[in-house]
């Protein structure tokens, strides 16, 4: 649904150009979708699948006991598919589709000790395999590219290529963990002449960038077939070891990508905050442009409006995502004569500016205004995705860095022989935590701990804290960042006074529960034990390492009068598992409680499953291990 309006007001609104009537459109607004929809493989049965040997099934749910070697237990239904393979069934398994570039994901459970390989066109394999003790990822480890193979070569050289992960970021046997991959096919003349290899273009692993831009030159070893292809089926691996794999989705690209021609651009002084009405100014100048870019504003440190105008190509008819990004700017994006983005104002890179809009093949009218108005920054992008069309930036690369990487300059804070604290601001989620202290160790086993609520905010293993943003740019974010692979927990208060058993459990510290902070005393090994009193009750808290696995142990000891509670943690399911422990399958982690302690309970509190502690009055202690 639209509305016209006069172009007077257009400060306060979306708008389009219609000259001749001097005139603004306005779109109303609408729930802002962040993807277009993936297609998705049925776990309802086989069918998707080419046939293939009775190794592979549909389960409806597995379970994985980390310690026992390549067992899988499958319960009946479906959603999962399971593969375990004996000497008589051990086939691969092919998709009914072929593709040629991909952009996949998929959640993937190893047994300990297990093996296994998504084998992009049945050619080019990213590694699945239990590497949760790996300290030095390689190529044969979880998520890495492998390695190609010459079986003419001397003995001991005949592989080369693979990649490994920038760090290793699997979980432990029994988790899930979820993969996304970017894989572009190789690309052949018309003659059949190969005239770009096979590339991953990305890699994640469990949220972490393991892999960017890494060309394949042929088929990685153990592949289907030695022959490079433009389309083929994805195929999993199914004669090394079982595995259980759920939610595939998938994009399959192909499309020419959208360009735009007759563009021109008008340059205006201005120092306005809110966009004038750029018909009543006069330009500084007006060039042809084959691009757009923040970076044609003329002179530093200065305020400007850009008004691009001209025409897009679409190459196919379709719904399209438009993303326009700001940095501490203003701007208008108008398609089709429709204003689809208004951020007229001051916004950041964060803010959303998405748009879904229907476009048909051919020329559509396009206009972008660019509103500077901060001389100290600079910067807006514009990315679109569509049918068949991988997203794809449309304006030139000069315009914006919201992606800057790793920095070679980072300011890192690491262990030597023993721990060390560190404090700072923190995100949590969307949220900064302001009163945080991160604990890294010399075992590169590391948490983040909020002082104000008594919570546990996240674990990662690797290197320990990023401290660039607590001094770059004079430290105005005042951020630490975890630089290894993190889990993150609730963040809620971990302690609280409830009312009974089924009270909900509170999202900030009430004024009745007389809880603070009372500090934190460090061991020889410098590890702090957190203080704290909640009512009556005095809390010693000490979060260490796991000797022997990935994890942490925490243990509280409680003294005082009344009840109270604690939260270990919440997610959309809590199961106890046949060897005792419990499985958090919203950030997917175990949590092991000792013998003798005070015992947990599940219970539901708003549409969740929540693990609590009831602590009763007198000297109590509560022991647990946190293991992902």
């Given amino acids: 649904m639209k509305r016209t309006v006069p172009i007077f007001i257009l400060s306060a609104l979306l708008y389009s150009c219609t000259e001749k009537e001097g005139k603004v459109e306005v779109a109303e607004s609408a729930p802002q979708e962040i993807s277009l929809p993936f297609e998705s493989i049925s776990l309802n049965d086989l069918g998707d699948f080419k046939k293939t040997s009775s190794n592979w099934s549909i389960g409806g749910d597995v379970y994985v006991d980390r310690l026992k070697e390549k067992q899988i237990t499958v319960s009946e239904g479906s959603g999962v598919l399971v593969n375990i393979p004996d000497s008589e069934s051990k086939d691969h398994i092919f998709t009914n589709f072929e593709h040629g570039d991909i952009e996949l994901e998929v959640d993937v459970m190893m047994p300990k000790g297990s093996n296994s390989g998504l084998y992009f066109q049945g050619r080019y394999e990213v590694q699945l395999f239990d590497s949760w003790k790996a300290e030095e990822a390689t190529f044969s480890d979880m998520g890495g590219i492998y390695q190609r193979w010459d079986a003419t070569k001397e003995k001991g050289s005949e592989g080369y290529e693979g990649s490994a992960p920038r760090m290793n970021a699997a979980k432990a046997p029994g988790l899930w963990q979820h993969v996304k991959v970017v894989f572009h096919a190789p690309q052949f003349d018309a003659s059949g002449q190969k005239v770009k290899d096979a590339e991953f273009e990305e890699v994640w692993l469990n949220g972490v960038l393991i892999h960017e831009n890494v ?187 919201d992606r800057p990487g790793i920095s070679k300059n980072r300011i890192m804070v690491e262990p ?116 704290r009193k909640i009512g009556s009750k005095k809390l010693l808290d000490k979060i260490d390492v796991l000797s022997n696995e990935r994890g942490v142990t925490r243990t509280v000891g409680a003294s005082g009068d009344g009840v109270i509670w604690h939260k270990v943690a919440d997610g959309e399911s809590i199961k106890k598992l046949p060897d005792g422990s419990y499985i958090v399958n919203n950030e997917s982690y175990f949590v092991h409680f000792a013998d003798g302690g005070l015992a947990p309970t599940v219970r539901k509190s708003k549409g969740k499953d929540e693990l609590v502690v009831k602590i009763p009055s007198g000297e109590q202690k509560i022991q647990y291990n946190i293991i992902w």
């Fill in 215 to 401: 060309k394949v030159t042929g088929p990685t070893r153990a592949a289907i077939a030695n022959d490079e292809v433009a389309k083929a089926p994805l195929m999993i691996q199914g004669d090394h070891g079982p595995v259980a794999l759920k939610n595939f989705s998938y994009k399959l690209y192909g499309n020419p990508r959208l360009s735009f021609v007759d563009m021109k651009m008008k340059e205006f002084e201005s120092e306005q905050v809110l966009l004038p009405n750029v018909d009543t100014l006069t330009p500084i100048r007006e060039v042809g442009t084959d691009s757009i870019s923040s970076a044609m504003v003329v002179g530093k440190k200065v305020t400007r409006i850009l008004d691009y105008k001209g025409k897009m190509l679409v190459p196919v008819t379709g719904d399209y995502l438009f993303d326009f990004k700001l940095n501490q700017a203003g701007g208008l994006l108008i398609i089709d004569n429709d204003t689809v983005v208004n951020h007229d104002g001051s916004f950041t890179l964060d803010s959303l500016g998405l748009a879904k809009v229907s476009l048909t093949k051919g020329e559509v009218p396009f206009r972008l205004l660019y509103n500077k108005h901060n001389p100290w920054n600079i910067g807006f992008g514009l990315y679109v995705e569509g049918p068949g069309i991988q997203r794809h930036s449309l304006h030139a690369p000069s315009s914006i860095n």
């Fill in 416 to 531: 030597s022989d023993k721990a060390v604290t560190q404090r700072s601001f923190l995100m949590h989620g969307d949220e900064k935590r302001t009163h945080c202290i991160s604990v890294g160790t010399p075992e590169k086993i590391n948490y983040a701990y909020d002082l104000t609520s008594g919570s546990l905010l996240e674990v990662w293993n690797g290197e320990f804290l990023d401290a660039t943003q607590m001094w770059h740019a004079r430290g105005i974010k005042q951020l630490g960042e975890p630089a290894g692979f993190a889990v993150s927990f609730h963040g809620d208060p971990e302690f609280a006074l409830l009312t009974d058993d089924a009270a909900q459990w509170p999202t900030e510290i009430a004024e009745e529960d007389f809880q603070m902070s009372q500090g934190y005393e460090l061991d020889k090994k410098g590890i702090p034990t957190f203080m």
